[in-house]
T-cell receptor, first 114, second 112 residues
Framework: ETGVTQSPTHLIKTRGQQVTLRCSSQ?????VSWYQQALGQGPQFIFQ???????GRGNFPPRFSGLQFPNYSSELNVNALELDDSALYLC?????????????FGEGSWLTVV | RKEVEQDPGPFNVPEGATVAFNCTYS??????FFWYRQDCRKEPKLLMS???SGNEDGRFTAQLNRASQYISLLIRDSKLSDSATYLC?????????????FGSGTQLTVLP
């Protein structure tokens, strides 16, 4: 158990809808990152939050947005869903941004867009 | 060109075999290096960090060559439980964010 919990575990949405995925980071972890993993691919970095601020973003359009709350839990929001958004969405937390901090992944949220 | 490239696989090996995975990365600013293991429909889990001096953890040996931007993983005496996808991962800072960049993974099946 990594102490990182995500919800929901599985969901199905229709193209054009919006979705919110949630992540509760390990206790004391102030850094949360989100990754998208399409079938047959490695995870791709979406963005990172550090102490409630987005401090880095991968190559994803603005319809991917997020929040981090004072308790360091986080949300990933995706608007105007497209079929290609179907993927496993992974939340990862760490105690800081330094390279020495181990990154722990949650079990992920499986999103299917139909 | 992908930032992290791995052997395409899949690798199907008998129990007890030795198997080697290779990986190259393109960004010379990469700072940390890892191998992750991912079981089917599960999250990636850290297998081991990789250092230039080479490091070993039981049956697993990892090696990093910064000059050639090459990372390897050697698994000796393969077990059925080693069957999984192995992901080569590099870490670097993009702005102030620490970002992990993953390869596409190499699938290993250890056969009885």
């Amino acid at each position: 158990e990594t102490g990182v919990t995500q919800s929901p575990t599985h969901l199905i949405k229709t193209r054009g809808q919006q979705v919110t995925l949630r992540c509760s980071s390990q206790s004391g972890h102030n850094t949360v990152s989100w990754y998208q993993q399409a079938l047959g691919q490695g995870p791709q970095f979406i963005f990172q939050y550090y102490r409630e601020e987005e401090n880095g973003r991968g190559n994803f359009p603005p319809r991917f947005s997020g929040l981090q709350f004072p308790n360091y839990s986080s949300e990933l929001n995706v608007n105007a869903l497209e079929l290609d958004d179907s993927a496993l969405y992974l939340c990862a937390s760490s105690a800081g941004r330094d390279s020495g901090n181990t990154i722990y992944f949650g079990e992920g949220s499986w999103l299917t867009v139909v | 060109r992908k930032e992290v490239e791995q052997d395409p696989g899949p690798f199907n090996v008998p129990e007890g075999a030795t198997v080697a995975f290779n990986c190259t990365y393109s960004n010379s600013a990469s700072q940390s290096f890892f191998w992750y293991r991912q079981d089917c429909r599960k999250e990636p889990k850290l297998l081991m960090s990789v250092y230039s001096s080479g490091n070993e953890d039981g049956r697993f040996t990892a090696q990093l060559n910064r000059a050639s931007q090459y990372i390897s993983l050697l698994i000796r005496d393969s077990k059925l439980s080693d069957s999984a996808t192995y992901l080569c991962v590099v870490s670097l800072f993009s702005g102030s964010a620490r970002q992990l960049t993953f390869g596409s993974g190499t699938q290993l099946t250890v056969l009885p």
